[in-house]
C-alpha cells in the first residue's frame, strides 16, 4: 500500500494517482476542518494502492491550529495505514517560492516521527503545466538559483522527486507521470528491505487494536455467559481501547506542541540573527559610503588648491634687450 501524507496541497494530486476524482474539493471549503480520508485503486497489475488525504496535518506547525483535532487527524491516519506507509509525499507547486519556513517545518518531521521517515519520503512537485509553458525542465528549476532549504529537503530524501501536471487531459501524458511516482516508490520499498514506515506511535496503536480484536473473539467464544454479558464485557474492552486511544491522542498533542514551540523558537532566532546580519551589512554599506564621501572630498579638496596653487603663481615674462 502507498500512503501518502500531504502537506498545503489541494486534492487534484490524490486523484491523479488513483485515475479518478475520489477526493472531492469545494470551492472556499477550509483544509482546517476537513478530516483524513483513505481511497484506493487497483492497477493493471493487480497491485492496490492505498492514497491517504490529510488536509489537518497540513497544519502540523502552524500554532494558531486546533492542536487536538490535528493530533486527532495523526493518530486516525496511523489506523488508517496499520499495516504502515511504504511512501510519504510532499507535494509543493513549482509556482510559489520555497520558503526558509518550509524547508523548517519539514525537518520537524524528525522530532515528531523520526529520522527514519526521510527514508520514505517523495518530493512531487506540481504545475508541470506552468513550467512547461515556459519552455523550462524541472532540472532547470532546481537550477543554480534553487533555494538552499529546497535543496536540503531533496538530499534528506535521496533526491526522490518527480513532477506532475494535474491540469493535462492527455491521458497518456497522466499514465506515464503516476507510473513515475509508482516506480519510484516501488524502488524505495527495495532501499527499505520491504518494511513499511512504523514508528512507536504506530507500533503501539497496531498492538492495542490486535489486542481488542484478539479480545473480541475470545468473548465471543465464551460459553455460559448471556448475550447482555457478553455485550457489557464487549462495553468495558471498548471503553479501555478508547481510554488508551485518547492518552495516544494526548501524547502526540503534547509533542506537537513541543516541537511546534521548538520550531517557533527556531525561526524567531533565525530571523533575528538574519536581521542582525542585515544591519551589520547596512552599517558595513554606510561606512563604506561615508568613506568614499570622504575619499571624494578630499580629491575635491586637492584639485582646488592644485587649481588654486596654479592661478596664483604669476607667469613668467621673458624681456627682449
Known amino acids: 500500500s502507498c500512503a501518502c501524507e500531504y502537506i498545503k496541497i489541494c486534492t487534484t494530486t490524490g486523484n491523479s494517482i488513483l485515475g479518478r476524482r475520489a477526493f472531492k474539493s469545494k470551492v472556499g471549503s477550509s483544509e482546517d476542518t476537513k478530516t483524513c480520508e483513505m481511497q484506493r485503486t487497483m492497477l493493471k497489475d493487480g497491485q492496490v494502492v492505498n492514497v491517504i488525504y490529510t488536509p489537518a496535518i497540513a497544519r502540523l506547525f502552524d500554532s494558531s491550529a486546533d492542536f ?3 493530533s486527532k487527524e495523526i493518530v486516525k491516519c496511523i489506523g488508517m495505514a496499520k499495516d504502515g506507509i511504504h511512501a510519504v509525499l510532499i507535494v509543493f507547486s513549482v509556482r510559489n517560492r520555497f520558503s526558509e519556513e518550509e524547508g523548517a517545518e519539514i525537518h520537524s518531521l524528525e522530532s515528531l516521527f523520526g529520522k527514519k521517515v526521510f527514508d520514505y519520503m517523495i518530493v512531487v512537485f506540481t504545475r508541470g503545466d506552468e513550467l512547461e509553458d515556459n519552455d523550462e525542465t524541472l532540472e532547470d528549476y532546481l537550477g543554480p538559483e534553487c533555494p538552499k532549504p ?5 538530499q534528506l530524501c535521496d533526491n526522490r522527486r518527480v513532477l506532475f501536471d494535474n491540469k493535462t487531459k492527455d491521458a497518456a501524458k497522466r499514465t506515464e507521470q503516476v507510473g513515475k511516482l509508482l516506480s519510484l516508490v516501488d ?13 512507536e506511535i ?6 492495542r487494536a490486535t489486542k481488542l480484536r484478539d479480545q473480541q473473539v475470545e468473548v465471543d467464544s465464551l460459553k455460559g455467559y448471556s448475550k447482555r454479558e457478553i455485550s457489557e464485557l464487549k462495553e468495558q474492552m471498548k471503553k479501555s481501547y478508547e481510554d488508551q486511544l485518547k492518552r495516544s491522542i494526548e501524547m502526540v498533542e503534547s509533542k506537537l506542541k513541543e ?4 520550531l517557533e523558537q527556531q525561526l524567531a532566532e533565525e530571523h533575528l540573527a538574519r536581521l542582525k546580519a542585515e544591519g551589520a551589512a547596512q552599517l558595513a554599506q554606510m561606512k563604506s559610503n561615508e568613506e568614499i564621501f570622504n575619499l571624494r572630498e578630499k580629491l575635491e579638496r586637492g584639485q582646488r ?7 596664483g603663481v604669476p607667469k613668467l615674462q621673458c624681456p627682449i634687450l
Open 68 to 70: 487536538e483535532f490535528v
Open 305 to 311: 588648491e592644485t587649481e588654486e596653487l596654479r592661478n
Open 259 to 262: 516541537t511546534t514551540t521548538r
Open 202 to 207: 504506530f507500533a503501539e496503536l497496531k498492538k
Open 187 to 199: 524502488f524505495m520499498i527495495l532501499q527499505n528491505g520491504g518494511q513499511p514506515y512504523i514508528d
Open 150 to 154: 529546497l535543496k536540503e529537503i531533496l
